[in-house]
């Protein structure tokens, strides 16, 4: 590889902007491109490598190895409660980056969640400010509409790949009024996962965090 | 009752590195101290394999490495290739699997097949 390539790559990373580096295995080439600018033999085949997260040979008519660069998967936990603790930890191991948000400062402490991103601010202040992209799962677990619908409202507005909330078939119900009186568009509300999670028959907060991620899981490789 | 909205504010926005940004990393700051520097990666797997495919590994002209082609049983031999190839050689791709008479000495145990591409960072 070219050291000039490498800082390419690197900086892509850097930016979060997604590519796939190109790597022509007879040595005779190797690239940045993305669906737009591939070779129109590869187009295709970028765009999967982008979309599965996974690196793949394109076989014809020569060997070219493609790998994604995605940005990285995050998972932004609204409400500093108890189950987001094993919450964060399982989806860490699952390769996400972790981010809770809770402006209640009783809840959101180091000493709760040591070692975690935290972040004190109005859920919707936060969001706007955590940006979520295509690789972003938002969940709020809060149970306290004055919380969990500005999150819900904002989250709802970008391309997070998977947006719950944790609650009852009841208040869910509940939500999916408020928030379309408050002028969330149904196609918008159709997006939203709740009652949160796989239906595993999850009791813990281990259990209701493996059942959520589940769910996450399975919306990200499209097996929901 | 919450107290007033406090702003979010950078550093509590920022996401944690991820592994594969520290080989990159490595592997450009030992390039720019003037050593040479080889690059491994997993371009395919099968059956049984501990790093999938896109996991990278730098070396550098001593030897020394970052990051992971497999669960450590056949770094050595990549780093061997790989020391050639800093050295002048072409880019290549190494073949490791249980029908492999030379990968099975160097202890790919696992039972699966794996093929490494090495190429020098020049």
Not at chain 1, 82 to 89: D, G, I, K, M, Y
Not at chain 1, 189 to 195: F, M, V
Not at chain 2, 20 to 38: F, H, I, M, P, Y
């Amino acid at each position: 590889m070219r050291a000039a390539l490498l800082a390419e790559l690197r900086a892509a990373r850097a930016a979060g902007r997604p590519v796939v580096l190109a790597t022509w295995l007879d040595g005779s080439d190797q690239r940045l491109c993305t669906p737009a600018d591939a070779p129109a033999a590869l187009t295709a085949a970028v765009a999967d490598a982008l979309r599965t997260d996974q690196a793949t040979v394109h076989d014809a008519p020569t060997p070219v190895l493609l790998e994604p660069h995605n940005p990285p998967l995050r998972l932004i936990i609204v409400g500093a409660v108890h189950v987001a603790e094993p919450l964060a930890q399982i989806a860490a191991v699952a390769g996400f980056a972790i981010t809770i948000v809770d402006p209640r400062r009783a809840f959101a402490t180091a000493a709760r969640f040591p070692g975690r991103a935290l972040v004190t601010a109005w859920p919707d202040d936060a969001l706007a400010a955590l940006a979520p992209d295509a690789r972003t799962a938002v969940v709020t677990l809060t149970h306290d509409p004055k919380l969990d619908d500005p999150a819900l409202i904002a989250a709802l507005a970008t391309p997070a790949f998977y947006v719950g909330c944790l609650g009852s078939t009841k208040t869910h119900a509940a939500r999916r009024t408020r928030l379309g009186e408050g002028g969330v568009a149904a196609a918008a509300l159709d997006r939203l996962h709740g009652p949160v999670g796989l239906r595993i028959g999850a009791r813990t907060p281990a259990e209701i965090a493996v059942s959520i991620l589940g769910e996450i899981v399975a919306t990200l490789r499209g097996a929901a | 009752m919450p107290g007033p909205r406090p702003r979010a504010t950078l550093a509590q926005v920022t996401a944690t590195a991820h592994d594969l940004d520290a080989v990159l990393a490595q592997a450009a700051a030992w390039r720019a101290e003037g050593l040479g520097v080889a690059l491994a990666t997993v371009v395919r797997t099968w059956g049984s394999s501990p790093r999938p495919a896109g996991s990278k590994l730098a070396v550098n002209q001593r030897g020394e490495f970052v990051g992971s082609v497999s669960g450590g049983c056949i770094e050595g031999a990549v780093i061997t290739e790989a020391l050639e190839v800093m050295a002048g050689g072409a880019p290549r791709v190494l073949a490791f699997g249980v029908s492999d008479a030379t990968a099975w000495e160097v202890g790919l145990a696992c039972g699966g097949k794996v093929e490494i591409f090495v190429e020098a960072v020049a």
